[in-house]
């Protein structure tokens, strides 16, 4: 019943609820804090009983609870000092065992394995009264420094997660100034950079509306989306592949293949575990305005270009590829075949060893 795309949430019964004594004792009085029937939908559907969920933004601990409830164990970690003892406080009054990691992703990591990741993320544009941490996102300023942040803690995650398990993030988007900011859209575009996209749900929090605070980012607080996300490889669609390298030879741009491609191409299927997630190039840097012809090339067959899940389009400067391990170029088409070229330059990648193989047009 509760797995439709979307839920109407009923306020937690009194004894959910994060306790007044403990709200009073927070900065922003718990306006933050999540509900665990929010929660407890997610932990039943996307993890299984005795297996541990972690929220990298713990706050109140308000999923901890609700894995606890669940019988699954819990762990987070939450940057500020304060909330994190609020946190194990109110664990420890429903007598659950679940640590709190003080710090933040990627420097503290999990406290425990885990197979599901599922979180509120802290809003950008929150009016934080609390400790100024080095890190704290409700501090930062700026928006895109807000995403790459929030991209390296999910990266992170996903480091950790196993193949398969699961990460669930919620968000709804802001309106700062006179404008809305899809905050919501752009985790969807972060996370599906590193995850692959499975489904969003609308979560409709059955409550009065709250009055927005002047400069409040959120709207009155009744929605939010819940994208789910999973950990596991994509596979390239490897006739499409060969068909737009072929297509990029014939156009005049030469690359050698190096990595799982080419081995699949060099021994066939066999020879891979798993089908290649992407075909690798190194490309020759010597001619800078090859490569910008490359880029146009790309772009103008609708190429989404991208470093470190980062849009770019072209003119690149080249330092700025050069600092980036490749440049991904990927297209899908409407039957869902994915190609995508992660494209290397050929003297940032000197230390590779030998390419095993040319591919001839
Ligand atoms: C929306 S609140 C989480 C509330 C939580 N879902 C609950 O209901 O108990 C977001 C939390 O993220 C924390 N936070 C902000 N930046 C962080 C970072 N870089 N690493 C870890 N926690 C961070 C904030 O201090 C805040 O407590």
Not at 91 to 111: C, N
Not at 129 to 140: I, N, S, T, V, W
Request: proline letters at 9%.
């Amino acid at each position: 019943m509760d797995s439709r795309s979307w839920l109407l949430l009923e306020p937690d019964p009194p004894e959910h609820r994060l306790p007044d004594d403990l709200r009073a004792r927070d900065g922003l009085g718990g306006r933050d804090c999540g509900w665990v029937a929010q929660m407890r939908p997610f932990v039943r559907h996307f993890s299984r009983p005795g297996e541990t969920v972690f929220d990298p933004f713990c706050g109140f601990a308000t999923t901890l609870l609700a894995a606890a409830l669940e019988d699954r164990r819990g762990c987070g970690v939450e940057i500020d000092p304060e909330r994190a003892a609020l946190g194990r406080e109110r664990l420890a009054r429903h007598g659950v065992d679940a640590p709190i990691a003080t710090g933040s992703l990627p420097d503290t990591p999990a406290p425990r394995a885990y197979s599901l990741c599922l979180t509120n993320v802290p809003y950008f544009g929150c009016r934080w009264p609390g400790r100024d941490e080095a890190g704290q996102l409700y501090l930062e300023r700026d928006y895109a420094a807000y995403l790459q942040r929030v991209r390296d803690i999910f990266h992170a995650v996903r480091e950790a997660l196993p193949q398969g398990g699961y990460c669930i993030a919620m968000a709804e988007n802001l309106i700062v100034g006179d404008r809305m900011l899809p905050l919501a859209w752009d985790l969807g575009r972060v996370l599906g950079n590193l995850f692959v996209a499975r489904e969003e749900r609308l979560l409709c929090y059955a409550r009065p509306p709250q009055p927005r605070a002047p400069g409040d980012p959120r709207s009155d607080r009744s929605h939010e989306y819940a994208l789910v996300f999973q950990k596991q490889p994509e596979t390239i669609c490897l006739q499409s592949t060969c068909d737009e390298l072929d297509a990029m030879r014939a156009a005049g741009f030469g690359y050698t293949l190096h990595g799982s491609f080419a081995h699949w191409l060099a021994h066939g299927e066999e020879a891979l575990k798993r089908p290649p997630a992407d075909a690798d190039l190194l490309l020759d840097d010597g001619d800078p305005e090859a490569l910008d012809r490359l880029l146009h090339w790309l772009h103008e067959r609708h190429y989404e270009l991208s470093l470190w899940g980062e849009p770019v389009r072209p003119p690149l400067r080249l330092e700025r590829w050069a600092e980036h391990w490749y440049l991904r170029a990927q297209r899908r088409d409407r039957l869902g075949r994915l190609v995508r070229l992660d494209l290397g330059l050929a003297s940032r990648h000197a230390q590779l060893p030998p390419v095993p193989l040319q591919r001839d047009g």
